[in-house]
């Protein structure tokens, strides 16, 4: 399978949408609750609509075989405690047709390598703590549980734990 990483561009949004929206609903199904997933996916059309344009530097598209399979995010991080040798990778989503295929393990690469050009030290993620699909990926990733968590609301209370990897 030939997979490539490029900027999203406005064309992208809906295939944007149904990735995000498709896989929220295998990853998460026993970890948030269905209706709040049914509500954000309603939402996801019009927030991709709007939010990639053609200026985006930080929204990414993942093909294999010319068709896009994944989405993911990459910038400066939001947290206020870390310092500006940190890059966050905000999401990656995969259609579930694409799990388990080496794919995710591609575009956190890629994103280390974006991270190496911009002169950063350190990747960070935050994940559900109930999601230990992720957890153990992004271990596999080489990240490690830095101590920091917060709590998200997501139809119910949801703890997030950020993980960090050294990228020297």
């Known amino acids: 399978m030939n ?16 990735i995000h929206a498709r896989s929220w609903e295998v990853a998460y199904k026993d970890i948030i609750p269905m209706e709040y997933i049914k509500q954000k ?18 929204q990414y598209v993942i093909q294999a075989d ?4 994944g989405i993911m995010c990459i910038d400066d991080p939001q947290d206020d405690d870390i310092d500006d040798n940190y ?3 905000h999401g990656i989503y995969l259609h579930p047709d ?3 295929k080496g794919i995710g393990t591609q575009a956190v690469d890629f994103a280390f390598e974006k991270a190496r050009e911009l002169g950063k030290k350190f990747m960070n993620v935050w994940v559900f703590a109930e999601n230990i699909n992720s957890i153990n990926f992004y271990k596999k990733c080489g990240f490690t549980a830095d101590g920091k968590t917060k709590i998200l609301e997501c139809g119910k209370d949801m703890e997030a734990v950020r993980m960090r990897k050294d990228l020297n």
Do not use: W
């Not at 997979?3 to 149904?18: C, F, G, N, Q, V």
């Not at 309603?42 to 930080?58: E, G, K, M, S, V």
């Open 66 to 69: 010319c068709k896009t399979v």
């Open 98 to 100: 694409y799990y388990r």
């Open 41 to 58: 996916n309603a939402t996801r059309p019009a927030l991709y609509q709007r939010i990639i344009t053609n200026d985006n530097t930080t």
């Open 3 to 18: 997979t490539a990483i490029r900027l999203a561009k406005p064309s992208d949004a809906p295939d944007m949408a149904e």
């Open 87 to 89: 890059y966050e990778l």
